[in-house]
Nanobody, 121 residues
Framework: QVHLVESGGGLVQPGGSLRLSCTAS?????????WAWYRQATGKEREWVAR??????TDYAAQMKDRFTVSSDDSNTAYQQMDDLKAEDTAVYYCRGNLRFDTVLSGEDYWGKGTLVTVSS
């Protein structure tokens, strides 16, 4: 069974920073093909924020490009550093991981349950 668990959300003042983490676990050997972060504000559609491939190639939504930084490490964890946070960044942030078990050729997408980020003074 695959689990993706986000952490690091919380309350921060405008202009502040937070670092989100997302850790994948499963009952068998696996590797991560890619990670992506999404967010969903109250009353809005879920939107894509950023992604990173296993090779370290990153891509960002335009409004986050200069403030957010995604990374990952060998411990099956992805990170999203968020700087200069604004009130409009308030949302539940979700992690999506494309995971490939060692016994198969292709990966599948799995989602975490989200972590709430609130930007407010």
């Amino acid at each position: 069974q695959v689990h993706l668990v986000e952490s690091g959300g919380g309350l921060v003042q405008p202009g502040g920073s937070l670092r989100l983490s997302c850790t994948a676990s499963a009952g068998s050997l696996f590797s991560m093909n890619s990670w992506a972060w999404y967010r969903q504000a109250t009353g809005k559609e879920r939107e894509w924020v950023a992604r990173i491939t296993a090779g370290g190639i990153t891509d960002y939504a335009a409004q986050m490009k200069d403030r957010f930084t995604v990374s990952s490490d060998d411990s099956n964890t992805a990170y999203q550093q968020m700087d200069d946070l604004k009130a409009e960044d308030t949302a539940v942030y979700y992690c999506r991981g494309n995971l490939r078990f060692d016994t198969v050729l292709s990966g599948e997408d799995y989602w975490g349950k989200g972590t709430l980020v609130t930007v407010s003074s």
